[in-house]
């Protein structure tokens, strides 16, 4: 309802009485240098973030969208200018959890309800050794119905796959996947149609897909794509309405798209793009497609219309428009780029837009835009001054460009416009986050340093 409401808003902003305004929300570090807000994360229609005012160093803080109300929540490391360097920043059931080091533990796992008294070790992992404070370093945390996956880090077990309640007893190791002190080493985790899905190395079958439902008797392989000890390295996890779509090497086609619903038989390789490059006889030694999924959209596909959008480039300086439904047949090129590369593919109200970078001298680029057909592949807007990432934010592509300008486009030309001047931001997505209204994200307008801004909307 809110994603709607928002769509509503801004397709009326020239239409009717609305306005966007674009503010700073907090000066937190009180000098040029700024106190960069990193993990920008929406917990119950609380912003929270990392930064460094400066004085206390890297610390937890939450915002309302005020000055007043953007506040440090706890200074977990006490130890002057040092920090608790707050990471992977994760809601939970409206409880956020974090890896932070209070200078005594190392990095370990935390969490918090928004106050000081709230925000507390859950579980010291790794139990240091006397003279050091080494810490488990809990990485890539995803919640799975409730249940927080991490990885994390013991002197018996290694690096493995790990989850918790919220509790120290409830925080426990999912599975030794690589018995003793070597490690697996979990990553790419995701929650895919309720199960936790990941790549692991376990010593036999090299690094492969497998999937958890929190027990150790069903953390499993699902299949050793790469048969033998070598790794297929599945990557690029997108879940396209309830199939997982990913690539990975299985050693006889290069790096390919795949497909997979959770079992052996549905892990399946969609289409060799060897046979594309053939017919356009390149003059390449190696002709597999080298298929570049943008690392704008945060390491994973666009999708719309029951499709997953990617480029596939040729080795050539240049790449084409590809989509799939996750078949063969379905799998098909819809727009040549003609010696460009697209980039910054990125879904916005059921349109995909991406930038062609045609003028390297003048700084001028070209946004498009594109329904996934031939036809509806369209030149949408040319763009001086040259373009940063794209990012679809609930229903509003926002973009910087290189002369500090800051713009929005609502998918109309009369909606694509510069909201401020003088403020760099990086596009990212993951320094972008929308709380009812607002869109909270980082920027530098050269005065402030790296702060927090937003863009609200409003009636005038």
């Given at each position: 309802?809110?994603?709607?409401?928002?769509?509503?808003?801004?397709?009326?902003?020239?239409?009717?009485?609305?306005?966007?305004?674009?503010?700073?929300?907090?000066?937190?570090?009180?000098?040029?240098?700024?106190?960069?807000?990193?993990?920008?994360?929406?917990?119950?229609?609380?912003?929270?973030?990392?930064?460094?005012?400066?004085?206390?160093?890297?610390?937890?803080?939450?915002?309302?969208?005020?000055?007043?109300?953007?506040?440090?929540?706890?200074?977990?490391?006490?130890i002057a200018d040092r920090g608790a360097d707050p990471q992977n920043l994760t809601n939970v059931n409206g409880v956020l959890f974090f890896s932070a080091d209070n200078g005594i533990n190392g990095s370990e796992l935390w969490k918090s309800n928004g106050i000081s008294a709230g925000t507390s070790l859950v579980k010291n992992i790794m139990l240091p050794d006397?003279?050091?404070?080494?810490?488990?370093?809990?990485?890539?945390?995803?919640?799975?119905?409730?249940?927080?996956?991490?990885?994390?880090?013991?002197?018996?077990?290694?690096?493995?796959?790990?989850?918790?309640?919220?509790?120290?007893?409830?925080?426990?190791?999912?599975?030794?996947?690589?018995?003793?002190?070597?490690?697996?080493?979990?990553?790419?985790?995701?929650?895919?149609?309720?199960?936790?899905?990941?790549?692991?190395?376990?010593?036999?079958?090299?690094?492969?897909?497998?999937?958890?439902?929190?027990?150790?008797?069903?953390?499993?392989?699902?299949?050793?794509?790469?048969?033998?000890?070598?790794?297929?390295?599945?990557?690029?996890?997108?879940?396209?309405?309830?199939?997982?779509?990913?690539?990975?090497?299985?050693?006889?086609?290069?790096?390919?798209?795949?497909?997979?619903?959770?079992?052996?038989?549905?892990?399946?390789?969609?289409?060799?793009?060897?046979?594309?490059?053939?017919?356009?006889?390149?003059?390449?030694?190696?002709?597999?497609?080298?298929?570049?999924?943008?690392?704008?959209?945060?390491?994973?596909?666009?999708?719309?219309?029951?499709?997953?959008?990617?480029?596939?480039?040729?080795?050539?300086?240049?790449?084409?428009?590809?989509?799939?439904?996750?078949?063969?047949?379905?799998?098909?090129?819809?727009?040549?780029?003609?010696?460009?590369?697209?980039?910054?593919?990125?879904?916005?109200?059921?349109?995909?837009?991406?930038?062609?970078?045609?003028?390297?001298?003048?700084?001028?680029?070209?946004?498009?835009?594109?329904?996934?057909?031939?036809?509806?592949?369209?030149?949408?807007?040319?763009?001086?001054?040259?373009?940063?990432?794209?990012?679809?934010?609930?229903?509003?592509?926002?973009?910087?460009?290189?002369?500090?300008?800051?713009?929005?486009?609502?998918?109309?030309?009369?909606?694509?416009?510069?909201?401020?001047?003088?403020?760099?931001?990086?596009?990212?997505?993951?320094?972008?986050?929308?709380?009812?209204g607002i869109i909270y994200f980082r920027a530098d307008d050269a005065i402030h340093g790296s702060e927090l801004w937003k863009l609200e909307v409003k009636r005038n």
């Amino acid at each position: 309802m809110k994603t709607r409401t928002l769509l509503f808003i801004v397709f009326y902003i020239i239409k009717t009485g609305y306005s966007q305004d674009v503010s700073l929300v907090k000066d937190v570090f009180e000098r040029k240098m700024g106190s960069y807000p990193q993990n920008l994360t929406n917990v119950n229609g609380t912003l929270f973030f990392s930064a460094n005012n400066g004085t206390n160093g890297r610390e937890l803080w939450k915002s309302d969208g005020t000055d007043l109300g953007t506040v440090m929540v706890k200074d977990i490391c006490t130890i002057a200018d040092r920090g608790a360097d707050p990471q992977n920043l994760t809601n939970v059931n409206g409880v956020l959890f974090f890896s932070a080091d209070n200078g005594i533990n190392g990095s370990e796992l935390w969490k918090s309800n928004g106050i000081s008294a709230g925000t507390s070790l859950v579980k010291n992992i790794m139990l240091p050794d006397a003279h050091i404070d080494l810490g488990s370093n809990p990485k890539n945390l995803t919640n799975v119905n409730g249940i927080l996956f991490f990885s994390s880090e013991n002197k018996i077990n290694g690096r493995e796959l790990w989850k918790s309640d919220g509790t120290a007893v409830g925080t426990v190791i999912v599975k030794d996947i690589v018995s003793g002190k070597n490690s697996s080493n979990p990553e790419h985790l995701i929650n895919f149609n309720g199960s936790l899905f990941f790549t692991v190395d376990n010593g036999i079958n090299g690094r492969e897909l497998w999937k958890s439902d929190g027990t150790s008797a069903g953390t499993v392989l699902v299949k050793d794509i790469l048969a033998g000890s070598l790794s297929s390295n599945p990557s690029m996890f997108t879940n396209a309405n309830g199939t997982l779509f990913f690539i990975t090497d299985n050693g006889k086609s290069g790096v390919e798209l795949w497909k997979s619903n959770g079992t052996s038989s549905s892990t399946v390789f969609i289409k060799d793009f060897n046979l594309k490059f053939a017919e356009r006889n390149y003059s390449v030694t190696n002709t597999d497609g080298y298929i570049n999924y943008m690392v704008e959209n945060n390491y994973s596909l666009p999708y719309m219309n029951g499709h997953i959008f990617f480029n596939i480039e040729s080795g050539q300086g240049w790449a084409d428009l590809w989509k799939s439904n996750g078949t063969e047949d379905g799998t098909v090129q819809f727009s040549k780029a003609d010696r460009y590369i697209p980039s910054g593919l990125t879904e916005m109200n059921s349109a995909l837009f991406f930038i062609i970078d045609k003028v390297v001298s003048s700084g001028e680029v070209e946004l498009w835009k594109s329904d996934g057909t031939k036809e509806g592949t369209k030149l949408f807007q040319k763009i001086s001054g040259g373009v940063l990432n794209l990012t679809g934010v609930n229903g509003i592509l926002l973009f910087s460009k290189h002369n500090g300008e800051l713009w929005q486009c609502d998918g109309t030309l009369a909606g694509t416009k510069c909201l401020k001047t003088g403020l760099r931001t990086n596009s990212l997505s993951e320094f972008f986050t929308y709380i009812n209204g607002i869109i909270y994200f980082r920027a530098d307008d050269a005065i402030h340093g790296s702060e927090l801004w937003k863009l609200e909307v409003k009636r005038n």
